[in-house]
Structures are given as C-alpha cells and as structure tokens.
C-alpha cells in the first residue's frame, strides 16, 4: 500500500488543528523507532518474536527510554535481551537522540542519494516509511553543523599543514561552472590530524589562499612550521604573509607531474630515472649534484622542465633539512590528495551541484566519513615528536 492510499482526504481530515497533527507524527515516529528496534533485536536473536528459539539467548522484555529527536522529546520502549548482549544501532545504547533513523539518512545523504532513494532504502532496510520531506529537515540540519564546524577554535600551533584544492561543476546563474573547494589539513602537538576548514571559491589562486590563511589565524593559529603545498604561483609569499616564520614544501610529486607532462613517450622511462636521482639524494648537495648531471643530459630537449626545478629549488628541497622521518611526510601532499580521492569517491554519482550550499553539504558529510578512522597518532609519532621539539624548541607548547 502507498502512503498516499493512507495520508488520503478523509484521513487527513480528522486532524482538527496543528497541534494535533504534529502529536500524530510524533506517534508514528516512536513506533517506526520501537519497530526497527524490534527488528534489530530480531537479527541479533536470529529468531522472531513468538518463535521458538534454538540458542540460550532470549527476549526478556522492555525497558523504558526518553528520546530527543526532531519532531521533540519521547518515550520508547527498547527491547531487552537475557545476557545484555544487545546494542541497537539506531538507538544506542546510554544515548539520548535518535542518531539512528537521521544518521542513517544523513550517512545516505553523505553517499549522494536523493531523497527519494534515500526514502526507499530506509523503507527496504526498515520496513519504515519517512517522507522526503522529513528527510529534507534533518539533511537541513546539516548547514548549522557546517557553520558551526568552520567557525570552531583552532590549536595555536600545528607541526605542519598540507594545502590543496578540489574542483567541482557547481549551477550558477543557469551555467554550470568550475568552483574550488580549499581544504588545510593540519598536524596538531598531539601526532593527530586535524582538517582545519573547507572553504569554496572559484578557480584556485595564491590570492584566495590567503582568505583562506587568515581565517586560520583568526580562529586562533598563531604558528605553522612547516606548509605542504603544490606550486600554485605565488603560493609561498602568500603564506609568509601571514605566517612569517612558516617554512613550505613544495609538493615533489607534482614537480615531478609537471616535468613529465611534455615529454615524448620513448624518452619518459628514462626522463623520469634521471630525475629521481634528484629526490631521491642523501642530501641537498647530492640533489644539487643529480640536478646539474640531469640538465647536461636533458636541457636541449626539455629545457623547461629544468629552469621550473631551478625555478623553485629552494620550496623543493626544504624537506632535506629534516630527518628522514619527516621527510616522508613533507614532501608530497599525498595526504590531502588521498582525502581528496576519497570525497571524490562519495560525490562521483553527481555530476554537477545546484547550489554552493549543496556543494559544501555533501563535501562537509564526505568528509566527515573519510576521517572518522583519525583517531590515532601518525606512525611513528613518538620519534618524530622529538624531532619537531630538537628542530623548534622554542616555537612548540605541549
């Protein structure tokens, strides 16, 4: 049966005001609640209710629970097992919201379904039905999370921040256009990493990172010791702008991207050999060294990939200033690039947003799905703490 052979005129009609509708809703929201948990409780007994069960494990009545969700407050019963082995997803346990229903609609949202999907997987998961529209209120819920999230405190000191930017085809004035979402991950004293802010904007250019950067620092960022960048121009002097004493590493993967992008597919084996040698060096002097053997070899064909490498030598070899343990993490911005691949992952199915709002909504959630395992330090925190306190004593505050 559809819901609207149900929700019909005469039906509809015995609701004499406002009030009495929304005690209407907020009744069939309880039992839609207390009826998946139902079935919760049955796949966890692998019997249903009034069946005989095989296993030790049984049904042993109700306990009683106050919910806040957001049609109000309720009162559901939650169904109870023998040996306590029971921990319901959509009401957990010690937990006083509906994270359930409306976290699983916003974790579909998440993965870019529309609410009419999203209303027909609820209702094959459940066996519950919800309206799009009260769908629609709780994604809405979502944009006081954004604002509220963009404009948190920050730690006054971050070890490094990587920086990189993420197209995406955004509706504006009946024109589809490009639009960059500006992203800064940073590493914070405690070895955990942190994403700092998405911010939206067009094309992306050193002028808007700097909007970017000084939202950082009014939000309380005092000092950043070492940035992770691509070789955006201008990118550099930017950051000095607001973080004088910032030290930043240019992206060698994308050097090496770059460098690569012209050259003829029977020289590119041996193009990209030669050129490893440069990175790959003990030290800058042996990098400087690899340089100088890599442009006799290769300066008459591909000249411009040599003076872009002396071009920005000092931002490409700051990492060998450091002990190899940092090395490894400041050289390249695959960090960022990984976390972008894995938003990219959760909004592959939209091919363009209607709106701005709708761009940060769904990014906001992709994001908060792709770090929910950024719990533990970075690997081999402890030794690379030391290394940060031996190179910055006097710039760190544990």
Avoid at 54 to 67: D, I, M, S
Wanted: charged share 30%; net charge positive; proline share 3%.
């Amino acid at each position: 049966m559809k819901p609207e052979d149900i929700l019909n005129e005469d039906f509809l009609k015995q609701f004499r005001n406002g009030p009495e509708l929304t005690n209407f809703l907020e009744q069939l929201h309880k039992r839609g609640i207390e009826k998946i948990l139902e079935g919760e409780l049955d796949a966890h007994l692998d019997y249903e209710k009034h069946q005989k069960s095989k296993a030790n494990n049984l049904r042993n009545g109700y306990t009683k629970k106050k919910l806040k969700t957001t049609l109000g407050e309720t009162e559901i019963q939650v169904p109870r097992d023998r040996d306590s082995s029971f921990s319901p997803m959509i009401v957990k346990k010690r937990e006083s919201a509906t994270d359930g229903v409306e976290n699983v609609i916003i974790s579909l949202y998440a993965k870019w379904l529309i609410n009419s999907d999203i209303e027909k997987q609820i209702r094959e998961l459940y066996d519950f039905n919800i309206s799009t529209s009260t769908i629609s209120r709780i994604t809405d819920r979502i944009t006081d999370d954004i604002i509220a999230w963009k404009n948190r405190p920050l730690e006054g000191t971050y070890l490094i921040v990587w920086m990189d930017g993420i197209v995406f085809k955004v509706r504006e004035n009946s024109k589809v256009v490009n639009k960059t979402i500006y992203i800064a991950v940073g590493l914070r004293t405690d070895g955990k990493k942190e994403v700092l802010g998405l911010w939206l904007g067009k094309n992306e250019s050193s002028a808007f990172w700097m909007s970017v950067l000084t939202d950082i620092k009014a939000r309380g960022t005092e000092d950043i010791l070492i940035t992770a960048t691509d070789n955006l121009n201008g990118f550099t002097d930017t950051i000095k702008t607001i973080f004088p004493n910032s030290v930043t590493q240019i992206c060698v993967v994308h050097q090496i991207r770059n460098s690569c992008r012209y050259v003829v597919w029977k020289d590119k084996k041996e193009f990209s050999r030669d050129m490893k040698q440069i990175y790959t060096a003990p030290t800058k002097e042996a990098a400087k060294a690899a340089l100088k053997d890599f442009k006799i070899k290769w300066d008459s064909k591909y000249s411009y990939a040599i003076r872009s490498w002396e071009n920005n030598w000092d931002e490409l070899t700051v990492f060998f200033d450091f002990p190899i343990e940092i090395r490894t993490i400041i050289y390249t911005t695959n960090l960022i690039e990984n976390l972008n691949g894995k938003i990219r992952k959760y909004t592959k199915n939209k091919l363009s947003f209607p709106t701005d709002e709708a761009v940060m909504k769904s990014v906001f959630l992709a994001l908060n799905e792709s770090t929910k395992k950024w719990t533990m330090p970075i690997r081999n925190w402890g030794v690379i703490l030391n290394q940060f306190l031996a190179i910055f004593e006097n710039r760190i505050k544990l």
